[in-house]
Every structure is written in structure tokens, then in C-alpha cells.
């Protein structure tokens, strides 16, 4: 099985900055996509960033310009630096990977999920 560690959320005041971390591990013979997702209450959940084995990336329109997704093949990580942050980027914050286990198996696995809080 493939486990995805999350660390980094907080409360920070608006305009500040937070960095978020995942870190895949288990049977793991390579991730595609890895991607930061968000959900906050009474919301569904929506896509932040995405980042392919190539390290091209892709951004919601709300964090263009704002955050910047990074990852490390050779250590399954995949970071989300996010600065400027506003109210409105409050939310449970959740890593997501689409992984191929070592022995074929193509599965995607999410985190536990990550707490930021954008407030004054």
C-alpha cells in the first residue's frame, strides 16, 4: 500500500505565506500526477495545483500567480508554496497522487488532509 504524509498548514494572517508538504511512501514503483486539492465547509472539494511526472503544472485560476506547486521524483514529494494568501483560502488543504505500485497496479491515494486558516 502507498501511504501520503501532509504537513505545513496553520493560521496565518492574510497577505502572509504557508508551504505544504506531502511525501508518498510504500510499494511504490512511479507517481504520475501529483496534486494539492482543497475543501472548505459546505464546499466541495476543488483542484489547487497539479504537477505530472514531467514537472509541468497546472493551476486553478483563484491561485494563479499566488502558489507554486514543486515536486521530487526521486523522493515522492510533492510541496505547495502559497503567499498572499486571503480569507478565502481557508480550507482543509488534501495531497492527492496517481500512483503505479511496484507490482502494476495503478491506484490514486489522498492524504489525511491539512488545516488552513486565513484570518485576522
Known amino acids: 500500500q502507498v501511504q501520503l504524509l501532509e504537513s505545513g498548514g496553520g493560521l496565518v494572517q492574510p497577505g502572509e505565506s504557508l508551504r505544504l508538504s506531502c511525501a508518498a511512501s510504500g510499494s511504490i514503483r512511479r507517481i504520475n500526477t501529483m496534486g494539492w486539492y482543497r475543501q472548505a465547509p459546505g464546499k466541495e472539494r476543488e483542484l489547487v495545483a497539479t504537477?505530472?511526472?514531467?514537472?509541468?503544472?497546472n493551476y486553478a485560476d483563484s491561485v494563479k500567480g499566488r502558489f507554486t506547486i514543486s515536486r521530487d521524483n526521486d523522493k515522492n514529494t510533492v510541496d505547495l508554496e502559497m503567499n498572499s494568501l486571503k480569507p478565502d483560502d481557508s480550507a482543509v488543504y488534501y495531497c492527492?497522487?496517481?500512483?503505479?505500485?511496484?507490482?502494476?497496479?495503478?491506484?490514486?491515494?489522498w492524504g489525511q488532509g491539512t488545516q488552513v486558516t486565513v484570518s485576522s
Open positions: 492527492n497522487a496517481d500512483v503505479v505500485m511496484r507490482w502494476g497496479m495503478r491506484r490514486a491515494y
Open positions: 504537477t505530472a511526472s514531467d514537472s509541468s503544472t
